[in-house]
Structures are given as C-alpha cells and as structure tokens.
C-alpha cells in the first residue's frame, strides 16, 4: 500500500519512541569517526557516530503498564560544510528498545538523510523515516519516503525480520562464544541473517573469526571478534557487504580506568557485545567507523551531552 502523505510530520518518531521511555542507570556512550577509505587508506573524514546504551522501563502503548527494557540510540551527524559540494553527507538517527532481560526488540524508529557520490559513480539522495513495531507479536511497518512524498507499508521478506526481532539474545551470544572460542561451535559455517535492502529483506551470512585489532582508545591491539557480513546473493556483495569487529563490554571496561564504566559492565549481561570498528563497503571504496571514546552519561539524550570519559 503506497499514498502521498505530505502534510504527515514523520520526522518526529524518534521523539516519540524516548518519550515512552525512561531510564534506570547511566548510559554507555561510544563515540565513532566515520571516514571515507580507498585501499585501506582513510581520505576523509566524513561524519562523527554516537551510541548510547541504557536500561530502564518502556511503556506499553498508551497504557501505564511499564515493562523492564534497554534503550539503544544512534546518531550519525557530517560537518555541515555550507557549500552544498559534499561527496559523502550522512545525517542519520535510529533508536531501538530491546526488552530485559531476553533482548526481544519491542520497536524502532529511524530518520535518515543521506547523500553518498562515490569516485566514478553518480550521486544517491535518500531522505525517508522509518518504523518497526513488534510490540503487538507481530511487525508493523511504515517507510515514508520525504523525497517523494510516499508511504510504503508493504515489506516483502518481512517475515524474517519479525523471527529475528526475538532472536537478538541468540546472535550476541553466538558472538560471544565465537570471541570465547568455546569448544563444539564452527564459526567458520555462515549464519543466517536478515537486514531491509532498498525496500526488501535480504538474507545475510555472517561468518566469525578471532583477530587481533589495533583499539587506540586502549592504547594497542586487543582480541576482537571479526564478523564479516555477506549477502547470500552475491551479486551485489560489492555494494552491501559489511564487517565488524566487537569485544565483550566486560573484557573492554576491565582494560580502562573508569569505575563507573566497570561498576555498569559488571551488571550488564555478560554477552554484552561493544563494538569497536566497522566497514560498510561502497562501489569504490568504503565507509569505515572506529571507536574513539566510551564513558558513561546519567541522561539519555545525546542532544548536546558530555559524557564521562575515562
């Protein structure tokens, strides 16, 4: 089902997903430098990354039921330059709540503005908001796209995402175990993964290995679990392949000097995954995003925080 809908202020959602929300313990907070690359060789730098992490309590719909939950917000923002010539700009923001302690995602929201011109290749625009709602057992769906003014409700394959929405606490702890390299699990078979592709569930790969991984913020390298993320139709790997590298946010915490950080990693799960660097990969090149700081907040909102750095 598709409308226009131009006169609907979708860009609020956000905002209405914390305002259900509200927090019990300090925030994580993981600053990011995302960076153009070519080779391996980071060119320029063309947006800052937030990740905020908190427990708290979700309210149900528009009752006064509230139910124990974790808030995850990213926020991705590039130098706003004024000359309008920018090759790569990304202003994006997603928040997702995760029930507690079994991580179903109850919902998310994002809102993303985005212009990416690779080396050789013509220029994308995309501007639309994005929801999720799972809270009901099954998923409710809703893409507006702000170029065009249309509303999609329809997302083939979205059976797939609503099976994946409760199967979050399964994925950080094969992920945990793989960093562990627990006897009886072969990392080296590729899981099976779902993301929305422009419009269309794909189904994913995700194949782990342990590596060593150069983390500035802790001053040398540190083992850090590499998952690399294909599609399973390979035709468009070169576009939409990604990979990441984590540790378990204990194992990052006990490596710095921040009690505050080491007081909340004790009493988060312990499969609790942080991630340290990223690569999404481009027609030419790549995005890549590597942690620069992580500390701990007492407000959820990232609109102009400082966090407690160690």
Same mark, same amino acid.
Request: glycine letters at 6%; aromatic letters at 8%.
């Given at each position: 089902?598709?409308?226009?809908?131009?006169?609907?202020?979708?860009?609020?959602?956000?905002? $209405?997903?914390?305002?259900?929300?509200?927090?019990?313990?300090?925030?994580?907070?993981?600053?990011?430098?995302?960076?153009? %690359?070519?080779?391996?060789?980071?060119?320029?730098?063309?947006?800052?990354?937030?990740? /905020?992490?908190?427990?708290?309590?979700?309210?149900?719909?528009?009752?006064?039921?509230?139910?124990?939950?974790?808030?995850?917000?990213?926020?991705?923002?590039?130098?706003?330059?004024? #000359?309008?010539? #920018? @090759?790569?700009?990304?202003?994006?923001?997603?928040?997702?709540?995760?029930?507690?302690?079994?991580?179903?995602?109850?919902?998310?929201?994002?809102?993303? #503005?985005?212009?990416?011109?690779?080396?050789?290749?013509?220029?994308?625009?995309?501007? +639309?908001?994005?929801?999720?709602?799972? !809270?009901?057992?099954?998923?409710? +769906?809703?893409?507006?796209?702000?170029?065009?003014?249309?509303? $999609?409700?329809?997302?083939?394959?979205?059976?797939?995402?609503?099976?994946?929405?409760?199967?979050?606490? #399964?994925?950080?702890?094969?992920?945990? %175990? %793989?960093?562990?390299?627990?006897?009886?699990?072969?990392? @080296?078979?590729?899981?099976?993964?779902?993301?929305?592709?422009?419009?269309?569930?794909?189904?994913?790969?995700?194949?782990? !290995?342990?590596?060593?991984? /150069?983390?500035?913020?802790?001053?040398?390298?540190?083992?850090?679990?590499?998952?690399?993320?294909?599609? $399973?139709?390979?035709?468009?790997?070169?576009?939409?392949?990604?990979?990441?590298?984590?540790?378990?946010?204990?194992?990052?915490?006990?490596?710095?000097?921040?009690?505050?950080?080491?007081?909340? %990693?004790?009493?988060?799960?312990? +499969?609790?995954?942080?991630?340290?660097?990223?690569?999404?990969?481009?027609?030419?090149?790549?995005? $890549?995003?590597?942690?620069?700081?992580?500390?701990?907040?007492?407000?959820?909102?990232?609109?102009?925080?400082?966090?407690?750095?160690?």
């Amino acid at each position: 089902m598709a409308g226009s809908v131009h006169a609907a202020d979708d860009t609020t959602v956000v905002d $209405e997903v914390t305002s259900h929300f509200q927090p019990c313990k300090p925030a994580v907070v993981m600053t990011y430098d995302v960076t153009y %690359a070519l080779l391996h060789i980071r060119l320029k730098r063309v947006a800052g990354a937030t990740i /905020s992490a908190t427990e708290g309590a979700w309210r149900n719909g528009n009752s006064n039921s509230w139910r124990p939950a974790c808030l995850i917000d990213f926020d991705v923002a590039s130098p706003r330059s004024g #000359d309008g010539v #920018d @090759s790569i700009s990304l202003f994006k923001r997603t928040v997702s709540v995760l029930s507690l302690p079994d991580l179903r995602i109850i919902t998310y929201a994002k809102v993303n #503005d985005e212009f990416i011109k690779p080396l050789f290749r013509q220029g994308r625009r995309m501007r +639309y908001v994005e929801t999720y709602n799972f !809270e009901s057992g099954t998923v409710t +769906y809703r893409h507006h796209d702000l170029v065009s003014g249309l509303v $999609e409700t329809n997302l083939p394959g979205i059976a797939g995402l609503a099976k994946q929405s409760t199967e979050l606490a #399964d994925v950080l702890q094969t992920l945990y %175990a %793989a960093y562990r390299q627990e006897p009886g699990m072969e990392y @080296s078979v590729a899981n099976r993964i779902h993301f929305n592709v422009g419009g269309v569930v794909k189904t994913f790969g995700l194949k782990l !290995e342990k590596s060593r991984l /150069s983390v500035p913020i802790l001053c040398g390298k540190c083992d850090a679990l590499h998952a690399d993320i294909q599609p $399973e139709d390979d035709r468009d790997a070169r576009n939409e392949s990604f990979s990441m590298w984590c540790m378990p946010f204990r194992d990052f915490a006990g490596k710095t000097r921040d009690p505050e950080l080491k007081k909340l %990693a004790a009493t988060s799960l312990h +499969y609790s995954m942080l991630p340290l660097a990223g690569e999404y990969s481009l027609f030419l090149g790549a995005i $890549e995003c590597t942690l620069t700081n992580v500390g701990t907040c007492s407000s959820r909102s990232l609109s102009g925080i400082e966090a407690r750095m160690p």
